[in-house]
């Protein structure tokens, strides 16, 4: 999968957090969104937003999208970004499921 076939949600969901806007991040996701980061769990759009004050734009998080490709459903993809700034700083995979155009849920594990 090419850069051209990103999903705009993920798109989204990357440009938001590198211009560190709040509102376009949370906007990326449905309202009845999980978010699951290493087995903290976050529900709806409210939870999306307490993830990004605490994990994201809150510590000045930037992402590389380094590769994205399809996931085991035609609704999932499996991006690897490169994160840093002053939270997690590394590589790896983030699982995203779509639905209507936008993330329904967001996995962060191994």
Request: charge should be negative; avoid cysteine.
């Amino acid at each position: 999968m090419s850069t051209d076939d990103i999903p705009a949600a993920i798109e989204t969901f990357v440009e938001a957090t590198n211009r560190g806007d709040a509102e376009a991040f949370a906007a990326a996701f449905t309202h009845d969104a999980e978010l699951d980061d290493w087995g903290r769990e976050y529900h709806g759009r409210e939870g999306v937003r307490a993830w990004d004050r605490t994990d994201n734009i809150g510590v000045q998080a930037h992402f590389v999208l380094d590769a994205i490709e399809p996931g085991t459903s035609s609704d999932t993809y499996v991006a690897t970004l490169t994160v840093t700034g002053n939270g997690h700083n590394g590589t790896g995979p983030l699982t995203f499921r779509l639905r209507d155009g936008l993330i329904a849920s967001l996995r962060i594990a191994p």
